[in-house]
């Protein structure tokens, strides 16, 4: 069964990092782009970007470039989401999705997601 299952977040302060992983299960990066998304409570889910091994490429968030990046280890069916210089601004829970074939697939499996909060 395909699985994803996202973990690295915590409480950090500004101007820190954290590095979430996505470890992937019964599924094939040659098959799947993985997003990733951000919720807060109250405001629109965001894609935050996405890496595709089949395009070999990585877009984000226009914002998001030069603080956050994705990376993955197909070794270890594991993406990445190193995130520098937080903000508290990017406090929400985070969640990787599996996308079909390429970045601009439809969304396939989701992740549980794992927090991120951000004090000042």
């Known amino acids: 069964e395909a699985r994803l299952v996202e973990s690295g977040g915590g409480s950090v302060q500004a101007g820190g990092s954290l590095r979430l992983s996505c470890a992937a299960s019964?599924?094939?990066?040659?098959?799947?782009?993985i997003g990733w998304f951000r919720q807060v409570p109250g405001k629109a889910r965001e894609r935050v970007g996405c890496i595709s091994s089949s395009e070999g490429s990585t877009n984000y968030l226009d914002n998001l470039k030069g603080r956050f990046t994705i990376s993955s280890d197909n070794a270890k069916n594991t993406v990445y989401l190193q995130m520098n210089s937080l903000k508290p601004e990017d406090t929400a829970v985070y969640y990787c999705?599996?996308?079909?074939?390429?970045?601009?697939?439809?969304?396939?499996?989701w992740g549980q997601g794992t927090q991120v909060t951000v004090s000042s």
């Open positions: 999705v599996a996308l079909e074939s390429w970045c601009s697939g439809y969304e396939v499996f």
């Open positions: 019964a599924l094939s990066f040659d098959d799947y782009a």
